[in-house]
């Protein structure tokens, strides 16, 4: 794909790529079956930070982002699937990456299909209105608030 010292670098296709990942899954699942950790010590793993629970025990929403837009006027729009949970209207949230927090903000509308709705549930593709600027990428994980 690009240069390296005057001499084209050569890419790894498409076919080499999936078999590599087939064997560190494998590997992987392996040492998991087994009961045995030391094969994933170099593996890196894909970590989904937990659910906030509130006071009542309930879950927090989570959206995972998918994608991101400002909206001169409106704010900032964030993109995604609500993993879980139910996202509202003025509910405040907080942007999480990597398990860290990122920012915190509140919900100003919530779209659905170009239509304005007051909540999205859980599984449906849904665009929040944050209010203010924030720094969210794909990847990133919008988790409500619990309220005391």
Same mark, same amino acid.
């Given at each position: ?11 790894q296709?498409?076919?080499e ?7 560190a899954?494998?590997a ?9 950790d *030391?094969a994933?010590?170099?593996t890196?793993?894909?970590?989904v930070? %937990? #659910? @906030?629970?509130s =006071?009542a $025990? ?7 982002v998918e994608?991101?837009?400002?909206i001169?006027g409106?704010g ?7 993993v879980s949970?139910?996202m509202r209207?003025?509910?405040?949230v907080v ?5 860290a927090?990122?920012? *915190?903000?509140?919900?100003?509308g919530?779209?659905?299909?170009r239509r %304005? #709705? @007051?909540?999205a =549930?859980? $599984?449906?593709?849904?665009g929040?209105?944050l209010a203010?600027?924030?720094?969210i ?12």
């Open positions: 794909m690009g240069w390296l010292f005057g001499r084209k670098k050569e890419t296709d498409a076919s790529m999936l078999r590599r990942y087939n064997e899954e494998s992987r699942l392996a040492a998991m079956v087994g009961g045995s *030391s994933t010590a170099g890196p793993t894909l970590t930070p %937990s #659910a @906030t629970l =006071a $025990g309930e879950p927090g929403a989570e959206l995972a994608d991101v837009f400002t001169t409106r900032l729009v964030v993109t995604g699937k609500v949970g139910t209207v003025g509910d405040q942007v999480l990456r990597g398990g927090q990122q920012a *915190s903000a509140r919900v100003t919530i779209e659905m299909l %304005s #709705a @007051t909540e =549930a859980t $599984g449906a593709s849904a929040l209105l203010g600027k924030h720094d990428v794909r990847g990133d994980i919008v988790r409500t608030v619990p309220s005391a």
